[in-house]
């Protein structure tokens, strides 16, 4: 509904027309019913898959399964031929399982980097709902929350600031610059301006490293930014 926005390039106020929200934040019912319909602020969260199922579904590939049919033909028409030769079909099947350890190492990789970035997010998160200052799950979070900022904490979303007071970022996780981005709510930017030098934006897994700052809530979840580094490295 909202991945099309590029938020960057309009007003703050612009953000709270686009998103259907106010300076007071949402009312308990609304935020509830964009829970369920757009889901929980998490990233991707499927079951863990053990080693021996990871080596097993490597052989589901249509290439693998070929290969396991040539060597069970190569050797059945050497044994035709009175020779039985299994050299052939060990180098394939060598070949196979060399191949399908690669795999499991690669998606195991994968999967750990995963939870690598569902650490880097907080538990909780202070929102104004109903003009109230409140302290829910992070992950109950929705599009339209204002969410309230304070140094030492993990940003819990993507969102366009509203408010920043001598607010500085550490984004390295998601931009890999080093040094912490000082923020400015009152600029807009142009839509193609990179996600490291937009200073009008907060981003999810991002870390405040000083002052503080009010922002309303653009993305969650697998549309966040690192949500979809973590779609990539997954899929």
């Known amino acids: 509904m ?5 938020f960057h390039c309009i007003t703050s106020n612009e953000t709270l027309k686009y998103t259907e929200s106010t300076n007071t934040g949402l009312s308990s019912k609304e935020a509830n019913q964009r829970l369920a319909n757009y889901g929980l602020n998490e990233l991707n969260n499927d079951n863990k898959i053990s080693i021996l199922k990871l080596f097993l579904s ?10 396991i049919f040539a060597a069970f033909i190569s050797f059945i028409v050497s044994i ?21 350890i690669i795999g499991v190492v690669q998606e195991y990789k994968a ?6 970035l569902k650490k880097l997010s907080t538990p909780y998160s202070n929102v104004i709902r109903d003009n109230v ?3 829910i799950p992070s992950s109950n979070l929705v599009v339209g929350d204002i969410i309230l900022l304070e140094a030492g904490n993990f940003v819990p979303a993507d969102a366009r600031l509203l408010e920043a007071s ?4 550490d984004e390295s996780a998601l931009t890999g610059e080093s040094l912490p981005v000082e923020k400015n709510h009152a600029i807009t930017l142009s839509e193609s301006t990179p996600i490291a030098e937009r200073k009008n934006m907060v981003y999810s897994s991002s870390i405040i490293t000083y002052g503080r700052g009010k922002a309303i809530v653009t993305a969650t979840g697998s549309n966040t930014e690192v949500g979809q580094i973590a779609n990539l490295i997954t899929n």
């Open 80 to 100: 035709i031929e009175g020779n039985a030769d299994i050299v052939d079909p060990i180098i394939i099947l060598s070949i196979i399982i060399f191949n399908s």
């Open 111 to 116: 999967e750990r980097s995963l939870e690598s």
């Open 133 to 135: 200052i409140q302290i």
């Open 58 to 67: 490597q052989f589901k590939d249509f290439m693998i399964i070929i290969l």
């Open 166 to 169: 001598n607010l500085k970022i």
């Open 2 to 6: 909202y991945n099309n926005i590029n």
